[in-house]
C-alpha cells in the first residue's frame, strides 16, 4: 500500500511514528513537508536510514484579512505523479495545501484522511464557515484525543467516521531510556552551575503566547515571596523569549529563571527527567506523554482540549485554573510535598504507557484507511 502523509514540519518526535507505519504495516510510505529554514519553522531533515521516503516541499505563506494560509507548494504535483492508495493531511484552517490536496483526492477517488487536534476557543463567524468547508472533503478523521470526537460532530462528521486514537509519541522508548536521560539532564544541570538543592520546575515547549510561559514566572515570583527556594527552567525557544526575559528582570526573579534556548533532540526529555515537576500554563503540547512516561509529576492548566486528556487531578496529575497565577504557585508548593507524589506519578506513568502508546497509535492509522476505504467504496 502507498501512502502519503502530509506534515507542515517533521519534527523529530514524529519520526518513530513513521518507522512504526511501516514496520506494522509495510506500507510504502512518503512523508512530505517543509525542511529546516522555511520561515523559521524547525523541520528535520530525516536521515537515508529511515525506513520512509521524504519530500521537501518549499513554503509559501498567504494572508486572507487575519487569517495566514500556508502553501506547500509541489504538494498536488506529488500527488498527481504516483499512485497513491491513501492520503493523510493535517486539519488546520492555515493548511491551505493539504484542503485542496484532499479535495482532489476526494474527486480522484483516494482515501484521504484528517489528522487534527480541532479548535476549542470560541470560533467566530469566518472560522466556523472555515470548519464546515474543511470537514466536507474527509472520508475519514483521524483525531489527537477524545475531545476532538464532539468539535467534529458539531459540523456535521458522523460518528463512524471518526477513528479512536490518541496523539503521543514514543512513550515506551522514552521510558526504557529513562535513566539514560536522566543522567544526561544531570550533566546539562551541572554544566549551567544549577543549585542540586533547589527544586526544579521545568516548563518545555516553544515560546509562543499560546504557551502563556509568563504564568509559570509570575507564579515563581509569588513562590520567592512566599519563601520557597525552587527555581523554573525554561526548555526551548520562540518569538516570546526576550518579552520572558524582560518580565523576569522585572519579577526579580532572573536568579530563579534560566532559559535554555533551543536544545538538541532528546535534551527536552533529558530535563523533564530530572525535574520535580513539569508545568504546562497553556497551549499542552506533547510534552506532557513525555513527562508522564519520565515518571514526572505533571501540573496542567485546566485547558480544552486532546493534549491534557490524560492529567486527571490528584490521579494522574494536578490541575489549576487556566491564567490563575495564585492558583499556579498553590498548586506547584503543594505538589512539591504532596504525600500523593509518588502514587499519582505510578498511576501516571502506567496509564500513559497502556493507553498511548506508539503501537496504538500507529494502529489507529491503519484503522482510518479502512473507514476512508469504506467511504470511497474501495
Not at 489527537?144 to 463512524?160: A, N, Q
Request: glycine share 8%.
Amino acid at each position: 500500500m502507498r501512502v502519503l502523509i502530509q506534515q507542515p514540519r517533521l519534527p523529530h518526535y514524529r519520526i518513530p511514528l513513521m518507522n512504526r507505519l511501516v514496520a506494522m504495516h509495510g506500507w510504502e510510505l512518503t512523508v512530505a513537508f517543509t525542511p529546516r529554514g522555511e520561515h523559521g519553522e524547525s523541520g528535520l531533515e530525516v536521515h537515508k536510514t529511515e525506513l520512509f521516503e521524504c519530500y521537501a516541499l518549499p513554503l509559501r505563506q498567504l494572508r486572507v484579512g487575519s487569517l495566514k494560509l500556508n502553501f506547500q507548494r509541489g504538494l498536488l504535483r506529488l500527488l498527481r505523479a504516483g499512485r497513491w492508495d491513501a492520503f493523510f493531511w493535517e486539519g488546520a484552517h492555515a493548511n491551505l495545501s493539504g484542503y485542496l490536496a484532499a479535495r482532489w483526492c476526494r474527486r480522484k477517488g483516494i482515501p484521504n484522511i484528517c489528522w487534527l487536534k480541532g479548535y476549542f476557543d470560541p470560533q467566530n463567524f469566518m472560522r466556523c464557515q472555515m470548519n464546515r468547508m474543511l470537514w466536507r472533503v474527509p472520508h475519514a478523521f483521524l483525531p489527537y484525543g477524545d475531545s476532538t470526537h464532539p468539535f467534529l460532530i458539531t459540523y456535521g462528521v458522523r460518528p463512524d467516521q471518526i477513528v479512536h486514537a490518541y496523539n503521543t509519541v514514543d512513550v515506551e522508548g522514552i521510558a526504557a531510556r529513562c535513566e539514560a536521560l536522566r543522567q544526561r539532564g544531570l550533566a546539562i544541570l551541572h554544566s549551567i552551575g544549577w543549585e542540586a538543592s533547589r527544586s526544579l520546575i521545568a516548563c518545555v515547549g516553544r515560546l509562543v503566547s499560546q504557551k502563556r510561559f509568563q504564568d509559570a514566572i509570575h507564579a515563581i515570583a509569588l513562590m520567592k515571596q512566599q519563601g520557597a527556594t525552587a527555581c523554573l527552567l525554561i526548555v526551548g525557544d520562540g518569538p516570546e523569549r526576550d518579552a520572558l526575559e524582560r518580565l523576569s528582570r522585572t519579577l526579580c526573579v532572573m536568579d530563579r529563571v534560566h532559559f535554555t534556548g533551543r536544545v538538541p533532540e532528546d535534551d527536552d526529555s533529558a530535563m523533564l527527567a530530572v525535574a520535580n515537576v513539569a508545568v504546562f500554563p497553556g497551549a499542552h503540547g506533547l510534552a506532557i506523554n513525555q513527562a508522564m512516561a519520565l515518571g514526572t509529576p505533571v501540573v496542567v492548566a485546566d485547558l480544552p482540549g486532546p493534549d491534557g486528556e490524560m492529567v486527571v487531578h490528584e490521579r494522574t496529575g494536578w490541575r489549576y485554573p487556566s491564567g490563575d497565577v495564585e492558583a499556579l504557585a498553590q498548586t506547584l508548593s503543594s505538589v512539591l510535598s504532596s504525600p500523593l507524589k509518588s502514587t499519582v506519578v505510578a498511576q501516571a506513568q502506567a496509564e500513559i504507557l497502556q493507553r498511548r502508546s506508539l503501537t496504538q497509535y500507529a494502529q489507529a492509522f491503519a484503522e482510518a484507511v479502512c473507514v476512508a476505504q469504506r467511504e470511497c467504496g474501495r
